[in-house]
Nanobody
């Protein structure tokens, strides 16, 4: 089994910053991609940013230039630095980890990010 523990969400004013963390533990031999998704009320879950095992990143157009995804492979942890936050960034943010060797993917419990105008 694999457990993902997220932290770092909260309430911030527009223009502010937050940093999310997601630490994976358990039966992990290797991790391929790690990433963040979000779901706003009444909307479908959407990709925010992903990072491959080699460090290649991918971002949603709506967050490019404002968010930065990174990972610490020694700690099996993925981060999301969010700057210049906007009210439309308000959502529950979920981390996702794709294990190597076809072992499947796992989701975090979600952390609420609320940006006030």
């Amino acid at each position: 089994q694999v457990q993902l523990v997220e932290s770092g969400g909260g309430l911030v004013q527009a223009g502010g910053s937050l940093r999310l963390s997601c630490a994976a533990s358990g039966s992990i031999f290797s991790i391929n991609a790690m990433g963040w998704y979000r779901q706003a009320p009444g909307k479908q879950r959407e990709l925010v940013a992903t990072i491959s095992s080699g460090g290649r990143t991918n971002y949603a157009d709506s967050v490019k230039g404002r968010f930065t995804v990174s990972r610490d492979n020694a700690k099996n942890t993925v981060y999301l630095q969010m700057n210049s936050l906007k009210p439309e960034d308000t959502a529950v943010y979920y981390c996702n980890v794709v294990l190597g060797w076809g072992k499947g993917d796992y989701w975090g419990q979600g952390t609420q990010v609320t940006v006030s105008s």
